[in-house]
């Protein structure tokens, strides 16, 4: 996918969701291969501005367009976010388990209920539809998570 392919999407996205116009959201495309991760964003929500940030030299994704609809559903449910992290942050001590048990759980709920919605949106509106493998395909096997454990009995 080329440069302008993947614009035009991001562009396409920022109408569906409704973030453009009452948001300004820019994409900016990273090309420094040292930077690991596939998609990552910065918010200003004061200002109701966004970047979008998409490695273009070294994805871990093979669906760009799905990266960036998650990206984007994260941009879309950053209140809720924030809502959230700030019932954390004054209800738990800073550095205890329970808060960091708490950052945790909410961390893995937003990523889960984001990367869901992002599915079901491509599912209905994406131009590829298949979904990204990238991270299954490196971790263990469901075999190997197991080697060397003993049996309880």
Not at 60 to 80: A, D
Not at 96 to 117: G, H, I, K, N, W
Not at 127 to 132: D, G, I, M, Y
């Amino acid at each position: 996918m080329d440069k302008e392919q993947i614009r035009a999407l991001f562009d396409k996205y920022c109408r569906q969701l409704r973030l453009t116009p009452a948001w300004d959201v820019k994409l900016e495309l990273i090309e420094d291969p040292a930077w690991r991760k596939t998609g990552d964003f910065k918010i200003d929500c004061d200002d109701r501005k966004a970047i979008l940030l998409l490695n273009a030299v070294n994805p871990s994704q093979e669906n760009l367009e799905e990266v960036i609809v998650h990206e984007l559903m994260h941009i879309k449910l950053y209140p809720l976010d924030q809502v959230t992290e700030s019932l954390i942050e004054s209800n738990f001590e800073e550095g205890s388990p329970a808060r960091d048990f708490a950052y945790r759980q909410f961390f893995c709920a937003l990523e889960q209920t984001v990367e869901e919605l992002a599915k079901c949106f491509l599912l209905k509106y994406g131009e590829n539809r298949q979904f990204s493998y990238g991270r299954c395909a490196k971790g263990k096997s469901f075999n190997e998570l197991y080697d060397g454990l003993r049996n309880l009995d």
